[in-house]
């Protein structure tokens, strides 16, 4: 008599390879896609000087951006389609803000032009370091961590301040926005300096070691 398991005898499930999660159903990605599909109801509202609705829409997705990477950590569901649609998700929302706020002529032309030149700049360099070198880290620095910080706020700031006419509000929309200028400036020199160091890294074959421990961006 044989000794061997009975295959009908066993869990079909256990001998199932398991499926692997849709990254599209996580948490965090859910709460990034709805950052995502707020930004165009957003700049509507802005556009039409709804500037209560757009407030009120800007805290929300603001709220996303928070809870996003706060339930990505508890959760342990950090895909790396978030890792990509979370910045995505970022710029398209800030972008489009300074883009329409600039053209109403709420905001001046050079601070979307500093933020505008920093963001492409940055893209095109990532761009050429992807596909000309092996280099896959891209992550911010504290430095960029600190100059989104203080986009989401001055935007939050600015669009208060077309709501309440206090000198108070007046008062942080003017810092901030200078907060901004120096921390776009400062976060694209500091840019620029890490891709040179990277770069000159490739590029020594003596040195190629380094590049498993590579610094942020």
Request: glycine residues 6%.
């Amino acid at each position: 008599m044989s000794t061997s398991p009975d295959i009908t005898g066993l869990n079909i499930h256990a001998v199932a390879s398991p499926r692997r999660a849709n990254p599209l159903r996580s948490a965090p990605n859910v709460l990034t896609l709805l950052r995502i599909c707020l930004a165009p109801f957003l700049v509507f509202s802005v556009v039409d000087r709804r500037f209560a609705v757009a407030f009120v829409l800007f805290l929300i997705a603001a709220l996303t951006d928070a809870m996003d990477g706060l339930l990505a950590r508890w959760l342990r569901q950090r895909t790396q389609l978030g890792q990509y649609l979370d910045p995505v998700a970022d710029k398209l929302l800030l972008s489009s803000l300074f883009l329409v706020l600039t053209q109403m002529g709420i905001l001046e032309p050079r601070i979307a032009v500093l933020v505008f030149g920093r963001d492409i700049g940055m893209l095109l360099t990532a761009l050429i370091l992807y596909t000309t070198t092996n280099l896959r880290d891209f992550r911010p620095s504290l430095l960029g961590k600190a100059n989104s910080f203080s986009q989401v706020v001055t935007i939050g700031v600015v669009l208060l301040n077309l709501i309440y006419q206090e000198p108070w509000v007046a008062e942080a929309r003017t810092a901030m926005l200078d907060a901004t200028i120096f921390l776009t400036v400062a976060s694209g020199f500091h840019y620029a300096w890490v891709a040179s160091q990277r770069i000159g890294l490739v590029t020594d074959p003596g040195e190629t070691a380094s590049l498993r421990n590579p610094r942020k961006w």
